[in-house]
């Protein structure tokens, strides 16, 4: 799995003019499924996320985490996270897992997320979604496993 964390003041996702999902202060998390991604690894993802100290402490430091401020998350598959742009001028998505595979793999993340007492909200796979990401900072971490 491939992810795209962004820590944010809000987030905000909605499909064909409707507001499917919205966070406060949190994380918006773009994820991507590849090839041979594990449920093993989404959870092992969800631990991390939880946990890593990207918020800032009242002394300005990145010493807090999600859990620690507790912040939101909003989570959003994105398959494109996995284009390959090494030849010629249109990216290749072969790296990418087929949506029944990607699916409960990204449902499965944000599961662990929010049993980790993360409140969390997800897009709409497969969807045609307008993200609204209100970026703090800007913070802006890729996570593979």
Known sequence: MRLVLQRVRRGRVTVDGLEVAAIGG?????????????????????????????????????????????????????????????????????????PEVAEPLVRRFAEALAARGVPTQMGVFGAHMLVEIENDGPVTIVLER
Do not use: C, M
Request: proline letters at 3%; a negative charge; aromatic letters at 6%.
């Open 26 to 98: 949190g994380l918006v998390i773009l994820a991507g499924v590849g090839h041979g991604d594990t449920p093993e690894q989404a959870e092992a993802l969800a631990e991390k996320v939880s946990t890593l100290r990207v918020f800032e402490d009242a002394d300005g430091k990145t010493n807090l985490s999600l859990q620690d401020v507790g912040g939101q998350a909003l989570v959003v598959s994105q398959f494109t996270l996995y284009a390959d742009t090494r030849k010629g001028r249109r990216p290749s998505f072969i790296d990418a897992a087929l």
